[in-house]
């Protein structure tokens, strides 16, 4: 079976250096005394980009000769991916077209387009939009970079792992937000390798979880996309899943699904009492406390994955009914 390994990972963090930034590790105090374990927030959404998609894209053009980079790159998007590879590609010179469904808020689709890439805005799912790209690679002759199922997005990833690990050596428990699999996949192969004894908790969302009916039926499954306020974890894992699947299902301890409700109450915690702005991907790990479906054993580590949400949205969330439902 193909995967990959913390050598990778580590190579990755060498090719990444000067295109990406490290993100701060921070002690919440608000969690940790609720929890009674120590909690830490890994900053991600602070990333150039506003996500953590920014290693992976960054790690997989970076890989490219002369001759692919001069072919130009296509991917299919729920948003962050897109919008980091298309900083990627700039940075490079080279031309990058995004796919994504009308289910992508429109403020990601604008930040892509400032970005300077191609847009294709091409049905109602994610599948659509990846056809759509496949389409692209065989007629114009552009290089697939996907969202996640790919060994240089996966390790550039992982990369954000290793700090973990190195900011929170005796951590015992890791949040981490799962869609097709890259991130989760990528973050636990870093984290088993330098801490075996650590456990690693995929967390996504009730509506649309691709990758969780995919491990209950043994192998990849597609899922119908629904409109949800981790818009970033939607989409499918691809029926021809060469990586991830199979990652998830040996390297993750746990998956937690959340409601639309739990997702809102953590968006909401991370603004008023971590005063950080996250999308709702962003917000599942400290959500997953908040509703009890994780309790944490030792050391705990959220990773706050991404803060491009519409600002209009997030004050509706905040001064709406999550609100009252959120912890004290």
Excluded at 32 to 39: A, D, N, T
Excluded at 145 to 165: K, R
Excluded at 262 to 285: K, P
Excluded at 294 to 322: F, Y
């Amino acid at each position: 079976m193909q995967t990959v390994s913390l050598h990778d990972i580590e190579a990755a963090r060498q090719r990444i250096a000067a295109r990406t930034a490290p993100t701060p590790m921070v002690f919440s105090s608000s969690l940790s005394e609720r929890f009674g374990v120590p909690v830490h927030l890994k900053l991600e959404q602070r990333q150039t980009t506003g996500s953590f998609k920014l290693r992976g894209a960054s790690n997989a053009v970076a890989s490219l000769n002369a001759e692919d980079k001069a072919r130009g790159v296509v991917t299919a998007s729920t948003g962050n991916h897109g919008r980091a590879l298309a900083h990627a590609a700039r940075l490079e010179g080279v031309r990058a077209v995004i796919c994504m469904s009308k289910l992508v808020p429109a403020n990601k689709v604008e930040e892509i387009r400032r970005l300077g890439a191609e847009i294709r805005i091409v049905g109602n799912s994610q599948d659509e939009a990846q056809v759509e790209a496949e389409r692209l690679v065989a007629d114009e002759g552009l290089l697939m970079v996907p969202p996640f199922d790919d060994p240089a997005v996966i390790a550039g990833q992982g990369t954000l792992g290793l700090e973990i690990v190195e900011a929170v050596p005796d951590v015992a428990t890791i949040l981490v937000q799962l869609s097709g699999g890259g991130l989760a996949s990528g973050v636990a192969a870093a984290v088993k390798g330098l801490k075996p004894s650590a456990k690693v908790i995929g967390i996504s969302m009730e509506r649309g979880a691709a990758m969780k009916a995919s491990l209950d039926a043994g192998h990849p499954v597609q899922v119908e996309e629904l409109p949800t306020l981790a818009d970033s974890l939607g989409g499918g894992i691809g029926l021809d899943n060469r990586l991830t699947f199979a990652m998830c299902r040996d390297l993750l301890d746990d998956v937690v699904l959340l409601s639309e409700a739990e997702i809102a109450a953590g968006i909401v915690h991370a603004y008023e009492r971590e005063r950080e702005i996250v999308e709702g991907a962003g917000a599942v790990g400290i959500a997953a406390l908040l509703a009890g479906k994780v309790e944490p054993a030792g050391p705990t580590v959220l990773i706050l994955s991404g803060r491009n949400i519409d600002m209009g949205l997030h004050r509706s969330i905040v001064c709406g009914p999550a609100k009252r439902e959120r912890a004290a």
